[in-house]
């Protein structure tokens, strides 16, 4: 029983938070959600970024976006592919 009470209460007290803070800015500061939206705006810097046009990127990403799925992650399938 108290070797139960000590897990539970002693040693899960350790963490500070689940979700390290510099995961939290990532939707602000991260380098898809700053550059994903500038990249499409620029078909040309698009195309020297990934050496591959929209079409061929949104194609790329359609196809192995059911293996990408299973992951337990919140983040977008289009910046895993990043």
Known sequence: MQLAYY?????????ACWVHPIY????????YHTLM??????PDE???YFRMDEAAFDKLLNKIR??????P?????????V
């Open 24 to 31: 939290k800015s990532r939707q602000r500061e991260g380098e």
């Open 7 to 15: 897990y539970l209460f002693v040693l899960r007290r350790k963490r």
């Open 73 to 81: 992650c919140d983040a977008p399938a289009t910046s895993r592919l």
């Open 66 to 71: 059911p293996r990408l799925a299973p992951f």
């Open 37 to 42: 939206p500038r990249l499409r705006a620029d």
């Open 46 to 48: 698009f195309f020297k």
